[in-house]
């Protein structure tokens, strides 16, 4: 059952008692932490209580502490500390220790793994398996492909038809990192009502290996490449590849939706989600927005932004039905080409012209790419070859030429595409590769070589809260509605 719950207010209280005291004695440990205590000390978790509360059974020895661990895995992820190394700095610094809301008792590592246990429930998948061999194949710039085709297409209809995947593991923690953080931005003006999202993939290696660990006893007789299933220490882990950097990498894909604030020049997270390594950006783009329409209900997603890896049809319907502008790059390889010269003139109803001068026959609409189809009028009709038809083309199926309708989605956005806004709008989608760079590099979710599904979601998660105080305190500061110092009186004792 859950323990005793500080409140927030009994908590600011708590810190501001202690930390005075030790601000008449030794003014400087408190300014060398000041950035460290402000940012719990703004943090309130009384909404955290009524999330995490049905995770506890009513009977039971209470587990206590549960705020203060949550405390003091932010600050940890803050400082950069591995979780076996932390108890041991705050079993030596009274100041860290008491910003994180513990007095003298404190818990023990293990209580810090039972409580992300409770948060993040995966089914782990059998830790014995096959080994999976690094692929040989180079991808270049480009993203793996999507592994089913019209996955995409597939997944929108079932979203349109109310389907969601509520049993995600980071189900607890994406409510956790709404109601905690996200709520308080928009209170405080850091997000608006109404949003602009920037959708993009982050590769996130795993600190497990994927060479696992023999447990056959086939090296004993002389077979050191037998294909018995190895003992993996991160089952969920998979080989994705990194267009970044033009490499393998073994982990997982982190989605993340995030928005830019012009005025604060602030890029905050707004959804965070981990998949397999190999899946591709168009896919998580589709779920993730639903899950994230359906975990903001008072928040309005106005523009879509995201790179080529969401151009296709499906998603630009899934938009439209939802009434969303959508900004995203047009792929490179779905351009189409215009060889032919000179260049086929097009009249008022659409219909383009040989360059004999003929109207072109038309000949189908094409549903999956959304253009209509014209055929030459010497092959479709059987008319007369005339003298352009020589140059014209040597096909006996004669000239194609593909146009597009003015209805179509991916050309004809509701935001005209390349106009001003437009471009201005897709401009911000670099807000979604500042946070990821916040959140893999300043917050370093790699180097602690986290190994598991579930504990590397949930530190990707601290992590995005850890951006979303850094602003909330900036923004308070500067408009000197936050002043540490005057709550602890640190101007007297200096």
Known sequence: ?????????????????????????????????????????????????????????????????????????????????????WIDKLNRSFVLRTICGFSDKM???????????????????????????????????????????????????????????????????QQIFADVCVAKSVDLGLISQTVSISGDGTCIRTGASHFGVKTCECSKNGDYHCDCPRKFSDPNARWGWDSHNEQWFYGYMGYIFS????????????????????????????????????????????TFIHDSAADNYATY??????????????????????????????????????????????????????????RCPRVAKGETPCDACVSCSPSAYGRVIYTKPDWDLRLFTRIPRGSDTWKEKMKQRTAAERVNNRILNDYAIEDDATRGKKRIAFFTTIAAINVHLDAQLKFLVERNRFDLSGLLHMEAAA
């Open 107 to 173: 818990p023990q590592l293990a209580s810090y793994y039972d409580f992300i246990n409770r948060l993040v429930k995966l089914n782990e998948k059998p830790r014995f398996k096959k080994k999976k061999r690094k692929p040989k194949e180079k991808h270049g710039k480009k993203k793996l492909p999507p592994k089913h085709p019209n996955i995409v297409a597939r997944l929108t209809e079932k979203i349109l038809a109310g389907r969601r995947f509520d049993n995600r593991p980071e189900r607890v923690l």
């Open 1 to 85: 059952m859950l323990g005793f719950w500080r409140s927030h207010n009994d908590y600011q209280q708590f810190v501001a008692r202690e930390l005075s005291n030790l601000a008449r004695i030794n003014p400087s440990a408190l300014y060398e932490r000041e950035t460290e205590i402000s940012k719990l000390y703004i943090l309130d978790l009384d909404p955290l209580k009524p999330i995490i509360a049905p995770l506890y059974s009513l009977t039971g020895r209470p587990a206590e502490f549960q705020p203060e661990i949550f405390r003091s895995l932010i600050l940890m992820n803050h400082m950069g500390y591995a979780p076996d190394c």
């Open 317 to 374: 319907e899934l938009l439209n039905h939802w009434g969303i502008n959508a900004v995203i790059a047009l792929n490179t390889k779905d351009k189409g080409n215009f060889k032919h010269q000179p260049a086929l003139e097009i009249d008022d109803k659409g219909c383009p012209t040989c360059p004999g001068g003929r109207k072109m026959i038309f000949n189908g609409f094409c549903k999956d790419r959304c253009r209509l189809k014209w």
């Open 259 to 302: 928005v830019y604030n012009k005025a604060e020049k602030l890029d905050l997270p707004l959804y965070l989600r981990l998949v397999e390594a190999n899946r591709h950006d168009s896919v998580s783009a589709v779920v993730a927005l639903a899950e994230c329409r359906d975990l903001y209900p008072n928040l309005t997603v106005d």
